[in-house]
């Protein structure tokens, strides 16, 4: 069962009311139109399957707990903001801070991604198929980060732990980043996110970085 919700004239707390109560009525799609107005659309859900049609507003998804989310558009700022399982896919571009203090799950963004991207992530999977912008990693505790394109400035800044690929070029590495030879496991695991996603790059060309210390902060 499709359930359909024009989010043209109204507000969050109506659209999102909309959404959760069709997953608690067993539809088993619901797709949104018309809502990039809207900051916050489709948080804090713990199942169902979302499609937005168009673009979406600021934290789309933040406090995600288990849904699975597709975006026809752009993505706003703080895309899944504090996620911790579920699947996110943006089938465009997405702004500044996305997938910030993610404890889990995975978001997949096929345009590219803005700054602070990944910043504070625990444990999540991201995947950006084109470009990033400054500051990715910053913080990182756990997870991976994958980047097809180039990437901006202080990449993995203050990095702790977790692993940072990346298919093309950085402006500059952060405080505690270094990068290591990719090992087979590696272009393994590449590989299958990038069939799975259908991703055209070639796992062999990307590099890995890692932190430099588990304990930046002491010397």
């Keep these: 069962m499709e359930f359909k919700i024009d989010a043209s004239n109204k507000n969050l707390k109506e659209v999102n009311s909309e959404i959760k109560k069709a997953i608690k009525n ?22 169902g399957y979302i499609i937005i049609n168009g673009d979406s507003g ?72 084109g470009n990033a912008g400054d500051n990715v990693g910053t913080y990182m505790v756990g997870g991976e980060i994958i980047i097809v394109g180039n990437v901006g400035e202080n990449v993995g800044n203050w990095f702790i ?35 799975k996603y259908n991703i055209n790059a070639d796992p062999r060309k990307f590099k890995k970085l890692v932190p430099i210390s588990k304990r930046p902060f002491y010397k």
Excluded at 26 to 47: D, F, T
Excluded at 71 to 89: P, Y
Excluded at 162 to 187: A, F, R
């Design 26 to 47: 067993g539809a088993r799609k619901i797709v949104v139109e018309n809502a990039s107005h809207i900051h916050g659309l489709a948080a804090g859900l713990k199942r």
């Design 161 to 195: 732990r977790g692993n940072i690929y990346v298919g093309g070029k950085w402006q500059s590495l952060g405080h505690n980043c270094k990068e290591i030879p990719l090992k087979s496991e590696d272009v393994r695991k590449l590989e299958e996110y990038f069939n």
């Design 58 to 129: 600021d934290y789309t998804a933040a406090l995600n707990d288990g849904a699975s989310i597709i975006i026809n558009g752009n993505a706003g700022k703080f895309l899944a903001d504090n996620m911790t399982k579920g699947t996110i896919i943006v089938n465009g571009n997405a702004e500044n801070g996305a997938a910030l203090y993610c404890y889990g799950g995975l978001v997949v963004i096929r345009g590219n991604a803005g700054n602070f991207l990944g910043a504070l992530n625990k444990g999540a999977t991201i995947i950006v198929a």
